[in-house]
């Protein structure tokens, strides 16, 4: 049902139900928030969002008082402003002063919303707490006395991820957050997603940073500088430094990476080929070997440590395929040194990627050789984005080059691993090409592309049927047990953590909207429509490297050790 309120003095259209901040937004005004996150229920816990409504003593909470027929609100009164400005106010007079430091400076809510409200001087004095600075884990960084306790990330955490890491510890003014039993972030259940540093509004939570090591490395002549980049990292490069993305942009990737100093120049989707093409044939092999449990993906390294924590049951059934990153590392320290007579230890090999879980990755047990690392160091698009800019490079004036081979190619089905749904629309395209069944038309594939957090697909190849399940975000996995216990078959379960896929890893961009989001994956589905080679099993630059190379065809000792792992139970402060 719809009515007019009163606001500022105009009328303007609500709808029953709605919220305050829903119906002005829906009329072009906008007032701040710090708590408030889309798709969640609100909290009110800032009161960022106040405004006056007449009858009313106190000010209201905009995001959480539903709208009604006879309100005349005041969004932008002196009172209001006031209140606002204050509370900002608060929440400076305790802040650290090292925003020219800050991992979020010039992107930080606080700081812009200060700018706002024209806080020009410091008004009231906090005395200044330190807080614990938590770096142990590899993947992010907690900064206590950073947190404004907006609680975004514990919800995030709780009802997203469903990890429950974070939570308010302790009362009045000694209130933070922090994880079970106040240990540090590596004794925790967290899986390294990510998503928390994605919703966090300051510094509080950020990606550990690898750049100086990289910047180190790239300084020094003895060793051999190596670069892997995951496919949709140079799409969203080009988002993050505001540049029109074209299909050409892999190639230009290629020449900035080079012009940085990086010796060879590789494109993880060669590894993401492998991946996709064995796992396509040990389905095969696992149904003939009767095998009723489906395999469960590998390449979402949130996913393993979240299944090594809650569900170790599962874990001789997550395929022991590397993911595509650990792959390409495993080759480049091995056979690709070999080739170039290069000693792995004298060979600094980065990986670029969307995902902060990666870097925890390349510290898992089974991800070294005799004492040296298959990855040495791990960045996200966000870190190499600050790198391009470090070095001056103009991205729009640099050229275009190949990779270097073997990891020189992809197919289109790489690039598609990137968006949840994707390896499963991948794997079956591979599986049919080695079946021998016809070319499979894109339409097939619609239910996986989108729709809810769980989704399904049966695919029929010369009188057999695979059965697929998306899980696209954990919250979706209650849906896959309860078919599981209903006697619902399974040939392959495709779990992500990150929901959407790696197109909203914590790696990218702090402010994607979702509509943001959407964009990346509908790009990847265009760009990957447009590209020659559609099937994993039948890149050129996989089937030449199979040819070319001794002992490295997909039934082969040496290259077997090189792509597999293991899983181990992990037992976490819950
Ligand atoms: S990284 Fe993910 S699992 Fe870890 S605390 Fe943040 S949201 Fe939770
Ligand atoms: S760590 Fe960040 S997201 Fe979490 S409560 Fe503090 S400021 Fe908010
Ligand atoms: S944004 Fe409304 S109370 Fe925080």
């Known amino acids: 049902m719809q009515f007019t309120i009163e606001v500022n003095n105009r009328k303007i259209n609500a709808e029953k139900g709605e919220t305050i901040q829903s119906a002005l937004n829906r009329n072009g005004i906008l007032i701040p928030t710090l708590c408030r996150m889309r798709d969640f229920t609100p909290t009110g816990a800032c009161r960022m969002c106040v405004v006056e409504v007449e009858g009313r003593d106190r000010l209201v909470t905009a995001c959480s008082q539903p709208v009604e027929e006879w309100m005349k609100i005041k969004t932008h009164s002196p009172r209001v402003i006031k209140a606002r400005k204050t509370i900002v106010e608060l929440l400076l007079s305790n802040h650290p002063d090292d925003c020219l430091y800050c991992d979020r400076n010039l992107n930080c809510e606080l700081q812009k919303l200060s700018e706002e409200l024209n806080i020009t001087e410091r008004r009231i004095k906090g005395r200044k707490v330190k807080m614990r600075l938590d770096q142990s884990s590899p993947a992010i960084v907690r900064e206590l006395s950073k947190c404004i306790l907006c609680g975004r990330c514990v919800r995030v955490c709780e009802e997203l991820v469903t990890a429950t890491t974070l939570d308010f510890l302790n009362r009045g003014r000694r209130t933070h957050i922090g994880t079970a039993m106040d240990r540090d972030f590596n004794f925790s259940s967290c899986i390294n997603c990510g998503q928390c540093v994605l919703v966090c509004p300051t510094g509080a939570l950020h990606e550990k940073h690898n750049i100086s090591e990289v910047l180190e490395y790239l300084s020094k002549n003895d060793v051999t500088r190596v670069i892997q980049y995951a496919p949709a990292v140079p799409y969203a490069l080009a988002e993050s430094l505001g540049v029109r993305y074209s299909k050409e942009f892999d190639r230009v990737l290629n020449s900035v990476l080079r012009k940085m100093g990086f010796d060879l120049v590789f494109n993880s989707g060669f590894a993401t080929d492998i991946y996709i093409d064995e796992l396509a044939r040990s389905l095969l092999e696992r149904r003939d070997a009767g095998t009723v449990a489906p395999v469960y993906l590998s390449a979402c390294p949130a996913w393993v440590k979240y299944a090594e924590q809650h569900m170790p049951g599962l874990l001789g059934d997550i395929t022991p395929l590397k993911s595509a990153q650990q792959i390409a590392g495993s080759l480049i320290k091995t056979h690709i040194a070999e080739k170039r007579n290069i000693r792995p230890e004298k060979l600094f090999s980065v990986s670029v990627t969307p995902c902060i879980a990666m870097k925890f990755e390349a510290r898992r047990d089974g991800m070294t050789r005799k004492g040296v690392s298959d990855i040495d160091a791990v960045l996200t698009v966000m870190e190499l984005s600050r790198l391009v800019r470090l070095f001056g490079i103009d991205i729009t ?169 293991h899983y181990n139970r992990r037992d976490v402060l819950l």
């Open 397 to 565: 004036n640099v050229g275009e080059e190949a990779a270097d081979v073997p990891m020189d190619m992809r197919s289109s089905s790489a690039l598609l691993a990137d968006v949840s749904g994707g390896y499963t629309e991948a794997v079956c395209r591979s599986l049919n090409h080695i079946i021998g069944g016809k070319e499979l038309d894109r339409s097939v594939f619609r239910k996986v592309r989108s729709g809810s957090g769980f989704r399904e697909v049966t695919l029929s190849v010369q009188g057999r049927e695979f059965s697929f399940a998306v899980v696209d975000g954990l919250t979706s996995l209650s849906r896959l047990n309860a078919l599981l216990s209903s006697g619902r078959k399974f040939d392959m379960v495709e779990v992500m953590v990150c929901p959407g896929g790696c197109v909203n890893g914590g790696g990218l961009s702090f402010s994607s909207t979702r509509e943001m989001i959407r964009n990346r994956s509908k790009f990847i589905y265009q760009t990957e429509e447009a590209e020659a080679v559609a099937i994993a099993s039948k890149s050129p630059a996989l089937l030449s490297f199979y040819e070319k190379t001794e002992g490295f065809d997909s039934k082969g000792s040496e290259y077997r050790s090189l792509i597999l792992t």
